[in-house]
């Protein structure tokens, strides 16, 4: 299973990105979609999408979090960063922070794709692709973002 992992796309959704993310098995966005334009979007690429809400989207956009199991494992999505996971979860994703992250915090991994949309702290755009295997193993890879007109 691949998934694409993309935040902060604050209104930037580059072509090249949707282009990508639409040959993925799921998609799941981090927060600060910013707008319902682009949902629309991601929601017309056809995988199946699974959202967050940012602190810069409009209310009842979508959950302030989800937590989803695939392969074994529990993965926590929420928008900006906790200091821990919650009890159960082996991942947590965030965005907010703009900041690639993987990093393991007690038992469980941190990771965040970046901002595909508004770089910033000197990193550039990005977004990630999960891989999960039959067996549960888990693969993550960052995928730097080349600006077009998106």
Excluded: Q, Y
Excluded at 34 to 61: F, K, M, Q, S, W
């Amino acid at each position: 299973m691949r998934i694409a992992v993309i935040a902060d796309t604050h209104n930037r959704l580059p072509f090249s990105v949707r282009a990508e993310i639409s040959a993925a098995d799921e998609i799941w966005h981090l927060g600060d979609i910013c707008n319902r334009e682009t949902l629309d979007e991601l929601r017309g690429l056809g995988p199946p999408l699974h959202v967050i809400a940012g602190n810069c989207d409009p209310r009842g956009l979508a959950p302030e979090t989800l937590s989803l199991e695939r392969g074994g494992k529990t993965f926590f999505l929420v928008h900006e960063p906790l200091r821990t996971a919650p009890d159960g979860a082996d991942f947590l994703l965030h965005g907010h922070t703009h900041v690639p992250r993987d990093e393991m915090v007690g038992a469980t991994r941190f990771l965040n794709p970046g901002s595909v949309g508004k770089a910033n702290h000197g990193a550039g755009p990005s977004f990630a692709w999960l891989g999960i295997g039959p067996k549960g193993g888990i693969t993550w890879k960052l995928v730097p973002v080349t600006r077009d007109r998106g």
